[in-house]
């Protein structure tokens, strides 16, 4: 490994009963390079990190650049250099579990921003020579988010839509739709991505429990939409809304739908025109098949009740710590606080309306799939179990889905309900808990 050590002088108050004294201390910072065998030597090494700096998208698997790499280099974490400017570095890294005494050695783009961020924050850090077409050329393996082609990027997107050649695409008829909570649509009228459409979740869902709507008025609507099961369907919005249809239009018997990976910021990001026109898609005669065709997607209270009976299903309450111990809970339409007996907590984010815990810093990409395995892990959750997520109404844990079933899991459902169903409906609402558990994710549904 080649450094390049840097004397950096720093100015310290330190401060004691006497006068302030200012002492004059010398910090040494390693920067330097490094090879494919000292990456591969590095990986053993329980102190170094392998940082991908490259897109969230090329991280999970997509070649953007054409140069035949789907992927990273196993063990990687990702920390896009573009994301520095979304929030705050001490925490993105804290997040990938870097911590001070780490040395970090980046591959990817722009690695010299991402190399003098990191020297600023005070760790060792060196540079892969050649990064992934080097790793590549050495003819070593790569990892990927397993289902990446269900979270596309931006630019995936821009192509589709002008007509050239992308791969992961068979030629069938196309619907964009920006998803929110607006019957007039008025954030679609603001600006959206060229072709889109609006699509109002109320019309998928109702109150007062905010469960799905019978299974002939989704097909109605998606016949109204102008989708049927063969269409190819593009969704992005607010990430939940936008999930909480997909999972909905999935349920129905929708074949293939893909989340917009960063949605109308990264659209935006790019540089890429936006529209304001409101147009309304042609209807369709025929969804093309009865609804549901995958009715084991969704679960309703007495699925619910089952799997918490059994050794391999579980219940992941997608709900903020504050939600799950019952300090609040969470919506002005919910009175009742707690969180589902037996229920697992998945972490989720600050309050029911954000999900920081499963984003990227921005708040619109998908958090790096291996944080989202790490924080698993770290939780309990087994993921061969049948996983059933909730949380207050279905939009957290629809977009948890959609992130899990990326990430290849099999056995995965939401439970429709969630916690409003749960705790206002007479055989279920004494079966809560409140306060903080003795060993979390271990309490056990009674009878």
């Known amino acids: 490994m080649k450094k390049l050590l840097v004397i950096v002088t720093l100015a310290i108050g330190l401060i004691g009963c006497s006068n302030g004294v200012v002492e004059q201390k010398e910090q040494v910072i390693k920067v330097g390079s490094i090879g494919v065998n000292g990456v591969q030597r590095a990986k053993k090494d329980k102190n170094i990190v392998i940082m991908d700096t490259r897109s969230y ?14 992927g990273h280099i196993p063990g990687a974490v990702n920390y896009p250099t573009s994301a520095i400017k979304d929030g705050n570095v001490e925490k993105a890294l804290e997040r990938k579990g870097i911590v001070a005494g780490n040395e970090i050695i980046i591959y990817g783009k722009n690695t010299e921003t991402m ?5 600023e924050k005070g760790y060792i850090v060196s540079i892969f020579d050649g990064g992934v077409e080097k790793w ?19 630019s995936w997107v821009k192509d589709l839509l002008e007509g050239k050649k992308v791969i992961h695409y068979d030629g069938r008829s196309v619907k964009v739709f920006n998803v929110g909570w607006s019957e007039k649509g008025k954030p679609h009228m603001k600006e959206h991505i060229p072709g889109s459409y609006w699509m109002h979740t109320g019309w998928v869902e109702e109150g007062p429990l905010w469960n799905r709507v019978d299974d002939n008025k989704i097909k109605a609507e998606l016949e109204k939409e102008g989708i049927t099961t063969d269409t190819l369907v593009l969704i992005y919005g607010d990430p939940m809304a936008a999930a909480r249809f997909g999972i909905i239009a999935k349920y129905a018997g929708v074949d293939d739908i893909r989340i917009i990976n960063g949605g109308l910021k990264a659209w935006k990001d790019a540089g890429y025109p936006i529209e304001t026109e409101m147009k309304i898609p042609e209807p369709v005669k025929e969804f093309g098949a009865t609804v549901p065709q995958n009715p084991e997607l969704i679960v309703d209270l007495p699925k619910a009740v089952e799997l918490l009976k059994t050794e391999d299903g579980d219940l992941i309450s997608i709900r903020s710590w504050k939600e799950y111990l019952g300090k609040v809970s969470g919506y002005d339409y919910i009175k009742p606080r707690g969180r589902i007996m037996g229920s697992k907590w998945g972490m989720a984010g600050s309050d029911p309306w954000h999900l920081e815990d499963y984003r990227g810093m921005d708040q619109f990409h998908m958090r790096p799939y291996t944080e989202i395995q790490k924080m698993w892990k770290d939780l309990k959750i087994n993921s061969e179990n049948h996983l059933a997520f909730y949380c207050g109404t279905g939009w957290r844990a629809s977009e948890v889905w959609f992130y899990a079933q990326a990430m290849g899991l099999e056995r995965i459902s939401i439970y429709d309900g969630g916690w409003k169903e749960w705790s206002e409906t007479k055989e279920t609402k004494k079966k809560v808990l409140k306060g903080e558990p003795k060993v979390l994710n271990e309490e056990n549904f009674i009878n």
Do not use: C, H
């Not at 998208?57 to 789907?70: R, S, V």
């Open 136 to 154: 590549a050329e050495e003819l070593l393996s790569f990892e990927k988010l397993k289902r990446y082609e269900t979270i596309v990027p931006v």
């Open 57 to 70: 998208d090329e991280y999970n698997g997509w070649d953007l650049d054409g140069n035949g790499i789907n």
């Open 115 to 119: 190399k003098d961020t990191l020297i």
